[in-house]
């Protein structure tokens, strides 16, 4: 131990020392314990830089004290040592100078290490403390025979809650002679399909920017027609339905029936289809199809660029909330600007009532429907649903991929989003895009005829710094 360290322990025996001299009237009531321990540790004050913009629109600072980190708890682990919050305080703390409360067992009085180790010195609720970087406080006993050390470390977020950033991640080149394409999540891996020479190919990757073949070529229409259900694809391919694990080994789905002209979406139980201008359902895995139920006119489904999401349904327990979004026949209805929206609530609790497919109607109550987008790409992200695509279509005159429209109300209404807006150095010449949202709160975003692989996250989703 070095002398400083040893000098404090001195100090702190002259204390006790002093007191045991003291006349037994004044010691009656003093009892010295062996034990010790921090039994409560918590931030009261910090400086914060809050960021603002001047009347001028120049971006300006200044610095307040705030109490509001006496908010955050602080975890002790008795057994480690070790004390620590587990929710990062916000960006702009000054973790350089903090004031903290400490309570510990049986009056045991706290020491702080300095940043070298090699000294201490006692620590009050008006001391100033450097917690930019881990700290050691030793914990003495009242009779100064024993002491126990913590090691404090205060973690600080260095990014905005509310920051969206994009990643362009290594440019793949194969994506840039697809058509259609479709992006999905399969364990840890997404797997992009792409239609290119007549056929369906796939690629996987684990980083976004290393992408592997897999073996298996499937028809043109296959890309068209696929669905997650859980953990496994569904594709039709040459009048068979095959579903697979991992994009790489197919399996036909024994004892199908007809099947569905498009297959689109899925719930936790279901397979969905339209078929014949009707929306059908399977149930048993893809064997058997029936027409669902539909509450609203069958003229205002959808026939192209259709896009599918299913999420949980946090209403009602055990439900799924599925939307369907597409246009109508382009040369049927020219005078079109709208896309079609579609909903179904399916409760899966037994007694429950079988849910029915409802049309979000873009009426004159609705000043912000869905427009008709060239190639719409639907995505559930942020408990949001977002859409954006190419050129409008009818009478809609959307440039292409100029807006990424955002839908808080579960795909009521679509406004512009500022938060989510595509970065300015997207291709807004892609001639096909696709979209997916990993486990890690990444959206992902690929675009065929130029081969850009895009990655987003917002800082507040499972927060990395």
């Known amino acids: 131990m070095s002398n400083k360290i040893g000098r404090a322990c001195l100090l702190l025996m002259a204390a ?24 409560q540790f918590n931030l009261t004050t910090a400086k914060l830089t809050v960021h603002t913009t001047t009347s001028g629109g120049e971006d300006s600072t200044y610095v307040i004290h705030t109490e509001t980190v006496a908010d955050y708890p602080f975890y002790i682990d008795q057994l480690k040592g070790e004390i620590y919050n587990v929710d990062s305080l916000p960006k702009g703390i000054d973790a350089t ?9 049986n009056n045991a009085m706290v020491f702080l290490e300095n940043h070298s180790r090699d000294s201490l010195r006692s620590l009050t609720s008006t001391d100033s403390v450097d917690f930019s970087v881990p700290r050691y406080l030793r914990v003495y006993a009242s009779n100064g025979l024993s002491y126990r050390e913590y090691k404090v470390t205060v973690n600080v977020h260095t990014q905005e809650p509310g920051q969206f950033r994009w990643t362009q991640m290594a440019g793949f080149a194969p994506l840039a002679s697809m058509g259609r394409v479709r992006l999905v999540v399969l364990g840890d891996s997404l797997a992009l399909f792409g239609q290119e020479g007549g056929h369906t190919v796939a690629y996987k990757t684990a980083d976004g920017e290393n992408w592997k ?12 027609n696929m669905a997650t259900k859980g953990d496994t694809l569904f594709a039709i391919d040459g009048g068979k339905l095959l579903y697979t694990l991992d994009a790489r080994n197919y399996t036909a789905v024994d004892g199908t029936q007809s099947l569905p002209q498009a297959l689109f979406g899925a719930d936790s139980e279901s397979l969905y289809g339209l078929d014949q201008g009707r929306i059908v359902a399977s149930a048993d895995g893809g064997r058997t199809w029936a027409d669902d139920l539909t509450g609203d006119d069958l003229s205002q489904l ?27 026949d382009a040369s049927a209805y020219a005078d079109d600007s709208t896309a079609r929206v579609w909903r179904k609530v399916a409760e899966h609790s037994e007694g429950s009532e079988p849910g029915k497919w409802v049309y979000m109607e873009a009426d004159s109550h609705n ?3 869905l427009p008709r987008l060239d190639g719409l790409t639907v995505v559930d992200y942020n408990g949001c649903k977002l859409a954006f695509g190419g050129q409008g279509v009818g009478a809609c005159d959307d440039a292409p991929y100029a807006n990424v429209y955002e839908s808080r109300d579960w795909g009521l209404t679509w406004k512009p989003s500022a938060t989510y807006a595509l970065p300015d150095a997207f291709d807004t010449a892609a001639t096909a895009t696709a979209a997916a949202t990993d486990a890690a709160g990444n959206l992902w975003i690929v675009c065929a005829g130029s081969g850009q692989v895009w990655r987003a996250r917002l800082n507040s989703i499972d927060w990395a710094d």
């Open 213 to 224: 073949p897999t073996p298996t070529q499937l028809g043109a229409e296959a890309c068209a």
């Open 302 to 328: 959808p026939a192209t660029d259709l896009a599918s999401t299913t999420v949980a349904y946090h209403y009602v327990a055990n439900a799924d909330y599925v939307l369907l979004a597409g246009n109508r």
């Open 97 to 105: 100078k903090m004031l903290c409360s400490i309570s510990t067992k």
């Open 16 to 39: 006790l020392l002093f007191v045991s001299c003291l006349d037994d009237d004044y010691t009656d009531d003093i009892t010295l314990y062996d034990d010790n321990a921090i039994t």
């Open 367 to 369: 000043a912000y429907p």
